[in-house]
């Protein structure tokens, strides 16, 4: 059992709080304006509205980084105008197929 839970945690990508941007690091909390600042502007942004229970929404925003050439995308998750997780996708130009095709 714990050589399958050890192989699985190999598939497992980290989810964490913060970003290396060139030689500057972001960290949970900072705000849009702070990880603007220290690296660029995003590949993409999608902002939503998340409803956690009746009277209580947290204004959602996801900004996509290229991180350069054979290093993995990052998706950085907002809430409120907070950075409250960081992460890790594919790397560019990476194609998922579906079992079948």
Same mark, same amino acid.
């Given at each position: 059992?714990?050589?399958?839970? #050890?192989? =699985?945690? =190999? #598939?497992?990508?980290?989810? *964490?709080?913060?970003?290396?941007?060139?030689?500057?690091?972001? *960290?949970? $909390?900072? *705000?849009?304006?702070?990880?603007?600042?220290?690296?660029?502007?995003?590949? &993409?942004? /999608? &902002? /939503?509205?998340?409803?956690?229970?009746? $009277? !209580?929404?947290? !204004?959602?925003?996801?900004?996509?980084?290229?991180? $350069?050439?054979n290093? #993995?995308?990052?998706? =950085?998750? /907002?809430?409120? %105008?907070?950075?409250?997780?960081?992460?890790?996708r594919d790397?560019?130009?990476r194609?998922?197929?579906?079992? %079948?095709?």
């Amino acid at each position: 059992m714990r050589v399958v839970l #050890f192989i =699985l945690s =190999l #598939f497992a990508l980290p989810v *964490t709080a913060e970003i290396r941007c060139d030689t500057e690091l972001v *960290t949970r $909390g900072a *705000t849009h304006h702070e990880v603007r600042e220290r690296c660029g502007v995003p590949l &993409s942004e /999608f &902002s /939503f509205i998340d409803y956690r229970y009746p $009277g !209580y929404a947290v !204004y959602v925003d996801e900004w996509l980084y290229d991180m $350069g050439r054979n290093r #993995f995308r990052r998706l =950085l998750q /907002f809430e409120n %105008g907070r950075l409250v997780r960081v992460d890790v996708r594919d790397k560019p130009g990476r194609i998922r197929r579906s079992r %079948g095709e």
